[in-house]
């Protein structure tokens, strides 16, 4: 039953338009890293280069997640659930990278951590 379903006019039509849309984002994709690969190139401030480089990336990631995921046939539950998670997940990999960042680091209780293993070593090598 779902063969002969499947050969209808409008199903053909419909997946046809599924197909050019996957098509015409692979270009779009295709396109958007030509763009970033030339933006390296540019005499610009490294900071600008980053930001402009992570807007592309952000823009990519959300047009693969959104149609070679599926998620744009989904129902939205099923989007919303996965954002969610994503969501999620930068909150955790930022705060993380927030904790840890260098500019935390006592340099005074490493410097005192650093004597004691320098005055431990030669006990160690016994």
Do not use: Q
Not at 27 to 44: D, H, K, M, N, S
């Amino acid at each position: 039953m779902s063969e002969v379903s499947a050969l209808l006019p409008e199903n053909i039509k419909s997946e046809n338009k599924k197909y050019h849309a996957f098509i015409n984002l692979g270009l779009f994709l295709a396109v958007l890293t030509g763009i970033e690969i030339v933006v390296i190139f540019f005499p610009w401030n490294p900071w600008l280069i980053f930001w402009v480089l992570a807007i592309l990336s952000i823009i990519k990631f959300v047009c693969v997640i959104t149609w070679f995921m599926h998620l744009v046939y989904d129902k939205l539950l099923l989007t919303l659930i996965f954002m969610t998670g994503m969501i999620l997940a930068t909150g955790t990999v930022t705060a993380l990278m927030l904790l840890f960042s260098f500019d935390d680091v006592d340099v005074e209780a490493v410097e005192i951590l650093e004597l004691g293993v320098l005055t431990l070593r030669p006990l160690l090598a016994l």
